[in-house]
C-alpha cells in the first residue's frame, strides 16, 4: 500500500460517521465606510505599522521626491508599468528576469498592486499589470507602492474576495503590511529585516489607465 | 547537535523538569515579559473588531468541517497543486517525510537548505535528519537563528529565543557570526542577521517552510511571517518543499478571511503580520521552479480517531493559550521537553506521539483554570481536553502498583469479612505510625504523599465489635 492510500485508508476509519456541519459566517463581510472614511483609515493603520503614505494628485512628481528624499537613484519597476508612473531624474530598470544580485543592487522598486485593505493597512500584490513578479517587492530595501484610493476596501473578507479570482487562476499573492519587522529580541519591535526596510504608499485619483 | 526532536530525546518528566526550571530566574522574567506584552496587544486588538466572537464561531465551524472532509479535501489539494505544475507527497510518519525532504533535496544539487520557521519540522527532527544526509539547514527567521546557533531548542511556539535576552544574543553573534563590535540594540542585531544571511538568501537553491494552512478548491498554500525571511525562501529559492501536517488544508478560498484575521490578531497581537505568502504549484516566470509539497501524517489520523480529542486539530499554532497560561509563565517552554508547550502542547503531543511519546506527566500540568480556553481562537476545549488525556494516562497506569492496590481494596471493601480482617490486620500495623489517635508516619510509596498529610488510625474498637460484646457481657 502507498503512503497515500494508506493515510486516506486511515481517515477513512477515523472519520467513519463523522459529518460535515455548516460554517456560520455571522462576522462582518461588508464595510460601512465611504471612500474617504476608507482611505483615511487605511493612512492611518499603514502608518500605524511604520509605513509611510504620500496623497498625490500628480504621481510621477512625488515618486521622484520621494526617491530623492531618500537617495534611491536606480529603482526596478515591472516591464510593463504605467508610463505616466515613471519618475524623471532616476535611473529606471525594468526587471526582465533580473537575478536576485541585480535585484539587490537595486535602490528600490516602484510597483502598483491588486487592492489595498484599510482595516488592517494591507497592499496586496497579485502579479497583475504594474506590479511584477514577486521577487522585485522583496530584495530592494525601499518598495514604493502607488494605491488607488478606488481600490482600498475596507475589511478583510473584501479584500481576499478582490483576490478569488488571481488565485483560482493560480496566480502568487503576497500580503504587505507595513515594512518587514521582528520582535524576537525581547520583544522589542525593530523595523526591517529581511524584506523592504521602508514601505511607502503613494495614494492617487487615477488609474495607471 | 541540538535536540530538536524531543521526541527521540529522553523523555522527562514535567514535574522533575519544571523544578529546575522555576529556578531560572532570566528564563521567568523574560517569559513573564513575553507574555504581558503579547497579551496585552492581543486583547487590544481582538477588542477593535466587534464580531471576534463571530470570527471565533466561524474558525471553530471551518476547521472541523475541514477535518471532516479530509477525505475529500486532501486528493483535491492534490489534483490542484499538481494541476499548477507541484508535485505532492504523502508521509505516513517522521520519517518518511524526512526521507522525502532529504531526496529532493539532493536532487535539487543542494549542500545548504534554507528554513522558514516551521514547527512542523521541528516536530519530525528534520533538521537532524539533513544533517545526517551531509546537508547544511540555514535557519532564517531570527529566533530560530539564536536557537540554532546557541545548538539550544525553541522554547516558545512564537518567539522561540524569548528565554534569551539582547546581552546573551550580542555575545552569541559576537561568538558564531564573528562580529566583534557588535552592541546589544535590537536594532543591530537585527541587521546582523540580516548582513548574515542576505547572500545565502540570493544563492538559494533549495529552501523549506511549512505551511499555515492551505486552500484545497484552489490549491493554494498559505505561510504568514514578519521578517521577510519567509518570502526569501519562497520566492529565491529554486526548489520550495513545504511540509504540512495533513489536518492544515481548508476547503474554501474565503475560509482564508476568517483565519487571516484570527491568527494574526491572537498571535502576535498584530492586526495582520507584515507578510502573507499565498502561491499555487509553480508560476513561470515567477518565484521557485520546483515545488513539493509533502503532506504529512505523523498521529494525525490517530487524533481524528478520537471524537473527544479531534477538536486539538483545530489548532492554528497562534500560542496564545501559551500566553495565558500560569503554569507556562512559572516554568516557560523547556519545562515540557516537547515541540509544543503550554496548554496545546500537553493535548497535542500525547496525540501525535502516541503510547510511546513523552511521560504521561503532560496533562497534568495545568490548573485546568480554563485560561487558554478563553482566548483559543478556534474555541478549542482545552480543559475537557486535559482531562480527557489525564484519563487516558490513569487508564494506562491501571497495570502499575497503584492499580494493583486498587484493585486489591476492590476486593476488601466486597466483602464484610475481607473488611473486617483487614480492619484488624491495620490496626496492628499502624502502631509504629500512630501518634494522639492519627496516622503520622509513612512508608514506601505512601511516603511521598504522606509527608504533608496524616490519616485518622484505625480505632481500637469498631462500634461492631462494640455491639459483639455488648451482647456477650
Not at chain 1, 144 to 149: G, K, L
Not at chain 2, 367 to 372: K, P, T, V
Not at chain 2, 437 to 461: D, I, N, T, Y
Request: overall charge neutral; aromatic content about 4%.
Amino acid at each position: 500500500m502507498t503512503a497515500r492510500e494508506e493515510i486516506l485508508r486511515r481517515i477513512n476509519v477515523a472519520l467513519a460517521g463523522a459529518t460535515a456541519q455548516p460554517v456560520p459566517r455571522a462576522y462582518r463581510v461588508a464595510g460601512e465606510l465611504d471612500r474617504d472614511g476608507r482611505v483615511a483609515l487605511f493612512r492611518r493603520r499603514v502608518e500605524d505599522y511604520g509605513g509611510v503614505v504620500l496623497e498625490s494628485a500628480a504621481p510621477g512628481e512625488t515618486i521622484a521626491a520621494v526617491l530623492a528624499e531618500r537617495g534611491a537613484r536606480r529603482i526596478g519597476v515591472s516591464p510593463d508599468l504605467d508610463e505616466a508612473l515613471l519618475p524623471v531624474g532616476v535611473e529606471v530598470v525594468a526587471d526582465d528576469r533580473l537575478t536576485p544580485r541585480q535585484l539587490d543592487a537595486l535602490d528600490g522598486a516602484l510597483t502598483t498592486c491588486a487592492a489595498a485593505c484599510a482595516e488592517t493597512g494591507t497592499i496586496a500584490l497579485d502579479g497583475g499589470p504594474g506590479q511584477g513578479r514577486r521577487a522585485l517587492t522583496l530584495v530592494p530595501d525601499l518598495h514604493v507602492c502607488v494605491v488607488r484610493r478606488d481600490d482600498v476596501v475596507e475589511t478583510v473578507p473584501e479584500l481576499l474576495a478582490r483576490l478569488e479570482a488571481s488565485a483560482r487562476a493560480g496566480r502568487p499573492i503576497v500580503l504587505v503590511s507595513g515594512p518587514s519587522a521582528t520582535s524576537d529580541i525581547e520583544l522589542t519591535r525593530v523595523e526591517g529585516v529581511h524584506g523592504p526596510r521602508r514601505l511607502v504608499v503613494v495614494l492617487v485619483d487615477r488609474p495607471p489607465a | 547537535m541540538r535536540e530538536l526532536a524531543a521526541r527521540s530525546a529522553r523523555p522527562v518528566a514535567f514535574p522533575s523538569a519544571a523544578e529546575a526550571a522555576v529556578t531560572d530566574e532570566q528564563t521567568r522574567t523574560n517569559v513573564r515579559l513575553a507574555q504581558d506584552t503579547i497579551r496585552a496587544r492581543r486583547v487590544a486588538v481582538a477588542a477593535e473588531l466587534d464580531d471576534w466572537e463571530a470570527l471565533r464561531d466561524a474558525g471553530a465551524a471551518l476547521r472541523d468541517r475541514s477535518l471532516s472532509r479530509l477525505r475529500d479535501l486532501l486528493p483535491l489539494l492534490e489534483d490542484r497543486v499538481t494541476r499548477s505544475g507541484g508535485v505532492v507527497h504523502w508521509a505516513r510518519d517522521a520519517e518518511e517525510a524526512n526521507e522525502i525532504v532529504v531526496r529532493v533535496a539532493r536532487a535539487a544539487g543542494a549542500r545548504e537548505v534554507l528554513k522558514v520557521k516551521s514547527l512542523t519540522t521541528d516536530e519530525i527532527g528534520l533538521n537532524a535528519a539533513l544533517e545526517r544526509a551531509g546537508l547544511r539547514p540555514l535557519e532564517t527567521d531570527l529566533a530560530e537563528l539564536v536557537c540554532q546557533l546557541a545548538d539550544e531548542r525553541p522554547s516558545h511556539l512564537l518567539v522561540p529565543a524569548i528565554h534569551k535576552n539582547r546581552t546573551e544574543i550580542r555575545d552569541l553573534f559576537r561568538e558564531r557570526l564573528g562580529l566583534e563590535e557588535l552592541t546589544d540594540e535590537p536594532r543591530e542585531l537585527a541587521e546582523a542577521a540580516r548582513a548574515h544571511l542576505r547572500a545565502a538568501f540570493l544563492r538559494a537553491k533549495v529552501a523549506i517552510s511549512g505551511a499555515n494552512a492551505a486552500v484545497a478548491e484552489t490549491g493554494t498554500v498559505c505561510v504568514v511571517e514578519s521578517e521577510g525571511n519567509g518570502r526569501m525562501c519562497t520566492t529565491l529559492a529554486d526548489t520550495l518543499i513545504t511540509v504540512m501536517g495533513i489536518e492544515k488544508v481548508v476547503a474554501e478560498w474565503r475560509d482564508l478571511e476568517v483565519l487571516l484575521q484570527l491568527l494574526p490578531r491572537s498571535a502576535t497581537g498584530e492586526r495582520m503580520n507584515p507578510y502573507t505568502s499565498l502561491w499555487t504549484g509553480v508560476r513561470e516566470g515567477d518565484g521557485p521552479r520546483a515545488f513539493h509539497l509533502v503532506l504529512l501524517d505523523a498521529g494525525r489520523t490517530r487524533a481524528l480517531a478520537d471524537p473527544v480529542a479531534r477538536p486539538v486539530l483545530r489548532c492554528i499554532r497562534c500560542s496564545a493559550c501559551i500566553n495565558a497560561c500560569p503554569v507556562y509563565r512559572q516554568t516557560g517552554g523547556h519545562a515540557y521537553h516537547t515541540v509544543y508547550a503550554g496548554p496545546i502542547g500537553a493535548i497535542l503531543e500525547p496525540q501525535l506521539a502516541g503510547p510511546r511519546g513523552q511521560p504521561g506527566s503532560l496533562p497534568f500540568a495545568s490548573s485546568l483554570c480554563g485560561a487558554c480556553a478563553d482566548v483559543c481562537p478556534v474555541r478549542i476545549d482545552i480543559p475537557g481536553l486535559l482531562v480527557h488525556e489525564r484519563g487516558r494516562v490513569v487508564r494506562s497506569e491501571r497495570q502499575g502498583l497503584e492499580g494493583a492496590s486498587l484493585r486489591l481494596l476492590g476486593r476488601v471493601f466486597a466483602s464484610r469479612e475481607r473488611y473486617e480482617r483487614a480492619q484488624r490486620l491495620a490496626r496492628r500495623l499502624q502502631r509504629p505510625a500512630v501518634r494522639e489517635g492519627r496516622v503520622r508516619w509513612f512508608v514506601g510509596p505512601l511516603a511521598g504523599w504522606g509527608s504533608s498529610r496524616e490519616l485518622p488510625a484505625v480505632p481500637p474498637q469498631t462500634f461492631r465489635e462494640w455491639w459483639a460484646d455488648r451482647d456477650r457481657a
